[in-house]
């Protein structure tokens, strides 16, 4: 899908955060257009959950500007942020273990970014987007009692029923096999097409290759590449932060001096 050179929907600048004397992020910048899947690599250590963190307001950058639909959304409390229309899932999965799979995404309706009415409607809402993600069949089952990847599901099933602009997505196919792995590339779609964007952090290379518009890589918490995927896997920078040398250099030709 191609994305129009507009304003974009979330911008961060010049982002920096540190804890003591680890630099987690430094100068970070990166921007995200309104209907785009952007996906975010960077080998363990990257500093990619950091960015996350500082976006959904989970962590306060050090320095640097984040706008969202052109408000600043730098220091603000996460509970602000997700009413303004940003949710996120969380690498280690979080959801409210003593509650069903369904109350857990009745929250999302709640006290997201459009609260539902009355619980018969955040209800309705909640069970419309269980069957979104495939779980219509474990509504009142309690998260405590579900698998580790239908846990997942819960929790974006939740942030979808937030009603957000902007999905962000942490390592969401870890764990999965090639099937399920395929079914989340296919779910990814179908949520960008309702109108989601969407800005993923993922180890997997296939699912990069088939769903991201753009790449952003990081690499001990410094932007290092940018660009369409096949330009990003090709990037010298990148493939040395992956295996720790530098790119092989091509053949001469065969006859050359």
């Known amino acids: 899908m191609a994305i129009a050179p507009t304003e974009a929907l979330l911008s961060v600048e010049g982002v920096s955060r540190s804890f003591g004397g680890l630099q987690a992020l430094r100068r970070v910048d990166c921007r995200v ?3 785009e899947i952007l996906g975010v690599m960077g080998p363990n250590g990257s500093g990619k959950t950091t960015l996350f963190n500082c976006i959904a307001g989970a962590l306060r950058p050090d320095a640097g500007a984040i706008t969202f639909a052109g408000v600043s959304i730098a220091g603000l409390p996460p509970h602000r942020i997700l009413r303004r229309g940003v949710a996120r899932t969380f690498q280690l999965v979080r959801p409210f273990l003593q509650m069903s799979a369904l109350a857990n995404v009745m ?3 709640l006290y997201g970014c459009r609260p539902a009415p009355s ?3 955040a209800r309705r809402a909640a069970e419309e987007q269980l069957a979104f993600v495939g779980l219509e069949g474990k ?3 309690r998260a405590a009692h579900l698998t580790t990847i239908d846990r997942k599901r819960v ?3 939740r942030c979808l029923a937030a009603g957000p602009r902007l999905l962000l997505l942490d390592e969401l196919m870890a764990g999965l096999n090639p099937a399920e792995g395929d079914a989340a590339v296919d779910l990814l779609r179908r949520i ?5 964007t969407v800005v993923f952090v993922e180890h997997r290379v296939k699912a990069i ?3 991201a518009d753009r790449v952003v ?3 001990a918490g410094e932007r290092i590449a940018e660009g369409s995927p096949a330009e990003v896997m090709r990037d010298p920078r990148v493939i040395e932060a992956y295996l720790g040398r530098e790119a092989p250099h091509p053949a001469p030709p065969a006859g050359s001096p």
């Open 119 to 121: 619980l018969g409607a």
């Open 155 to 157: 929790e974006l099933a």
């Open 107 to 109: 929250v999302g309706q």
């Open 192 to 196: 960008r097409a309702a109108g989601v």
């Open 33 to 35: 257009h309104e209907g």
């Open 209 to 211: 290759l088939e769903l």
């Open 139 to 141: 509504a009142n089952v």
């Open 217 to 219: 890589v990081l690499h």
